[in-house]
């Protein structure tokens, strides 16, 4: 991300302790990987660097189109496997904006929106190289951008729709047990949330879009619950 960019991105606030304790997990699992994150936080003096080696937070988005019909993945070249994007977040507590910044550098795409009210999906997961524990805060963004890059970190970008990603999973066997498992909840929630956007598309039809100019980002401002005050979020990277 460039610097004018990172520097548009510091008025976004997030409080990541308050916003696990708002949040509603979707099963028990996914439960028990809230208390897992939060223990972290508790107890770990710098949950945020990578070089805590019992593990730490990252930071990682689903992107899907507009629509709710496609979902843009990237292909991760040292994991061999189709994954949302993401990454670490180098001492960086705001996980939102760690996410943003991994979106932007993957995907070069430049026109996203948060989707809802923070958190999308927890996850925690282990690394074997050397062993220890991503921490993941995963959140849902929305785009009519398709005008993405190939980073140097995957082989690939490509959309997919709910049942070729539902197929993917199934079917690929660079999934361990773990990634299915997470892969499939977050079909779940993607499925519920593609029904909800489905119904409520008349009502959004009348609402009017804006393109600000370049190298300016609006957004409403996210309170310490990670929750947006006003409308949802939407960022132009220029």
Partial sequence: ??????????????DLEKALNAYTPFDDIEKK??????????????????ETKIGHI??????????????LMTHH????????????????????????????????VKNFQLYGNGIADIDVHTIKEPAHSHYDIRFIFTTDDDNFVVSDESNDLKWFTLDEFTKLVQSDNHYNPH???????????WRARRESNSQSAASKADAISVRPR???????RV???GKMENSNAMFYLN
């Fill in 1 to 14: 991300m460039k610097t004018h960019e990172l520097k548009l991105c510091e008025s976004i606030s997030f």
């Fill in 33 to 50: 990987h809230v208390e897992s994150v939060l223990h972290l936080l508790k107890t770990e003096k710098e949950p945020f660097l990578r």
């Fill in 58 to 71: 990252t930071g990682s988005v689903f992107l899907l189109s507009s629509d709710f019909k496609r979902m």
């Fill in 77 to 108: 070249k040292k994991l061999n496997k189709w994954l949302q994007f993401g990454g670490h977040s180098d001492g960086d507590k705001n996980t939102l904006r760690v996410a943003m910044r991994e979106l932007s550098e993957e995907s070069g």
């Fill in 179 to 189: 990634n299915i498992e997470a892969l499939t909840r977050f079909i779940k929630k």
């Fill in 214 to 220: 370049a190298h300016v980002l609006l957004y409403h």
């Fill in 223 to 225: 309170n310490t619950l």
